[in-house]
């Protein structure tokens, strides 16, 4: 039987992680650390607990609740999580009155996150939607996500991984058995300049695209899209996009049903200062229609087939942030 999975949240109704209306089971884990994450709260592999400011009434009941010592509150009041000692037991989350402090991530086995899924079933059948894995990396709770993927085919219910493509080989195998949608993540094809936003080289990445290419080839069910974040002055150069496009191109000719440009957001960035974390692009603004455009223009250079290119996420108005 498979050991529990570190799930972090569920996001239903979701629209952008694969076809019709979804529920996406967001997990904690993944060796990458993209500098531009939009989930910080999905990379440690731990519980993690996080302070609300916004929402704290600074009663300090959860100082003395916590049999680690590592709350304190500084001269201005705000609460301070020692994050070395923390151990994500939760006591400070259960004395808050307030719900100012939140646990991140919670055990939970594949009989409950499968019964907790199930009960969207209507929407994924009228929608022609179902349930997406995504983190975190889910390939790195391989058994767990395999196990809960398995019962909902079982169940009739469309699956789809979303993958960062850092993972084994094998465990990324022992997904796809189960898996109808790919959404694979393909952001610099350079491997020093992906050495350096995400801390890891690309090799072993583009390995396992080819992996899954080859698994897919012989699984003509399972159908794969690739994901580009479009990250400004880091992923979103002509060079990149070009590249990543000539490779797909090249490499799995008539194998990927779509290529989507992920535009830039940075509603994430609360997450950051929840987690104590800085976040070098707090104040990057969103790209202009206008840039977004030319940058999907750069993409359809490749010879990637321009109608599988698309673009997805808002825009900013020109003008109005700096800009144009
Ligand atoms: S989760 Fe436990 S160890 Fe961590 S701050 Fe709260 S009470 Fe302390
Ligand atoms: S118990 Fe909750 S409301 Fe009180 S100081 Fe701690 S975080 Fe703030």
């Not at 302070?51 to 680690?68: D, M, V």
């Not at 719900?99 to 499968?114: N, P, R």
């Not at 952001?187 to 290419?213: C, E, F, W």
Request: proline fraction near 4%; aromatic fraction near 6%; charge should be negative.
């Amino acid at each position: 039987m498979a050991k529990d999975g570190l799930f972090l949240h569920l996001q239903r109704l979701s629209t952008e992680d694969g076809p019709g209306i979804r529920t996406t089971v967001f997990l904690k884990g993944c060796f990458l650390n993209c500098a531009w994450c939009h989930n910080p709260e999905s990379i440690s592999n731990k519980v993690q607990v996080q302070h609300i400011e916004t929402t704290c009434i600074h009663c300090g009941t959860c100082l003395s609740a916590c049999p680690q010592g590592c709350l304190l509150a500084d001269e201005n009041g705000t609460i301070q999580i020692n994050r070395t000692e923390c151990d994500g037991c939760g006591q400070c989350v259960e004395a808050c009155p307030t719900g100012a402090m939140e646990l991140l991530g919670q055990s939970i086995s594949v009989s409950a996150l499968t019964d907790i899924l199930l009960k969207d079933r209507s929407y994924y059948e009228t929608s022609g939607g179902g349930v997406t894995f995504s983190g975190g990396e889910p390939a790195l709770q391989a058994d767990f996500c395999a196990t809960v993927m398995s019962n909902l085919m079982e169940a009739g219910i469309h699956t789809a991984l979303d993958t960062c493509g850092l993972a084994s080989g094998q465990q990324l195998l022992s997904l796809l058995s189960f898996t109808r949608l790919v959404l694979f993540d393909l952001k610099l094809m350079d491997p020093q300049l992906h050495q350096r936003y995400t801390g890891v080289s690309n090799t072993a990445i583009l390995n396992n695209l080819l992996l899954v290419r080859d698994t897919i080839t012989r699984q003509p069910n399972t159908r794969l899209w690739i994901r580009t974040p479009l990250i400004p002055q880091a992923t979103d150069s002509r060079k990149n996009l070009i590249s990543i496009g000539d490779f797909l191109a090249k490499n799995l000719p008539g194998i990927i049903d779509r290529w989507e440009l992920c535009a830039f957001n940075n509603l994430c960035r609360d997450k950051y200062r929840r987690l104590d974390l800085d976040w070098n692009y707090a104040d990057t603004p969103l790209f202009t229609q206008t840039e977004l455009d030319q940058r999907l223009a750069w993409a359809m250079e490749s010879s990637f087939p321009s109608e599988k290119i698309i673009l997805s996420g808002a825009s900013r108005v020109n003008n109005v942030i700096g800009g144009e």
